[in-house]
Antibody, heavy 121, light 106 residues
């Protein structure tokens, strides 16, 4: 079955660090555009980070310098290292697979179930 | 950065109604526009990509149109399982989402 399963969320104090994992089955993350999207409680969706199949990475301004996306090809797992966490980082974090659309576009056609990160003292 | 807006922010409709949601980009994104459906406690689901292409497995009552800066998602005959929040997303530069439109039961 083709799926994504996130893990690693939890309660963390402000300033702390956490690593989220996204395990892929049925396909390899190294061959795909992979993203992290988050959703604060009761709020909308916010793109966080992307890793292209070639390894290029990009981040939203709100997390630049604090979050790091990476992958382990042998485990077909995507990671998001969260550091210097703030209360406003509290959210459900989803990983999602991108599918190429047109010349430069992407659509997120497969999503995990999400993992909740709560930043609070 | 491209900003995305949606209208209305919420709407009430009955089963069988025709529902239209609009999405506007702050600059032209040609047809680099996706639509997602999200139900409470669940991950988003891709409905429409490239402004008007239906994702596999999505019912044909969903359709998308538009180009440039103005886009529309239409549900031709609302079904009970369609009550959810709908998000547009540009994929011309970053993957900016619109604020969402909540479709509620009237």
């Amino acid at each position: 079955e083709v799926q994504l399963v996130e893990s690693g969320g939890g309660l963390i104090q402000p300033g702390g660090s956490l690593r989220l994992s996204c395990a892929a089955s049925g396909f390899t993350v190294s061959s795909h555009y992979m993203t992290w999207v988050r959703q604060a409680p009761g709020k909308g969706l916010e793109w966080v980070s992307v890793m292209y199949s070639g390894g290029d990475t990009y981040y939203a301004d709100s997390v630049q310098g604090r979050f790091t996306i990476s992958r382990d090809n042998s485990k077909s797992t995507l990671y998001l290292q969260l550091s210097s966490l703030r209360a406003e980082d509290t959210a459900v974090y989803y990983c999602a697979r991108g599918r190429a659309v047109g010349t430069i576009g992407w659509a997120l056609d497969l999503w995990g179930q999400g993992t909740l990160v709560t930043v609070s003292s | 950065d491209i900003q995305m807006t949606q209208s209305p922010s919420s709407l009430s409709a009955s089963v069988g109604d025709r529902v239209t949601i609009t999405c506007r980009a702050s600059q032209t994104i040609t047809t680099y526009l996706n639509w997602y459906q999200q139900k409470p406690g669940k991950a988003p689901k891709l409905l429409i990509y490239a402004a008007s292409s239906l994702q596999g497995g999505v019912p044909s009552r969903f359709s998308g149109s538009g180009s440039g800066t103005d886009f529309t998602l239409t549900i031709s005959s609302l079904q009970p399982e369609d009550f959810a929040t709908y998000y547009c997303q540009e994929n011309y530069s970053a993957l900016t989402f619109g604020p969402g439109t909540k479709v509620e039961i009237k």
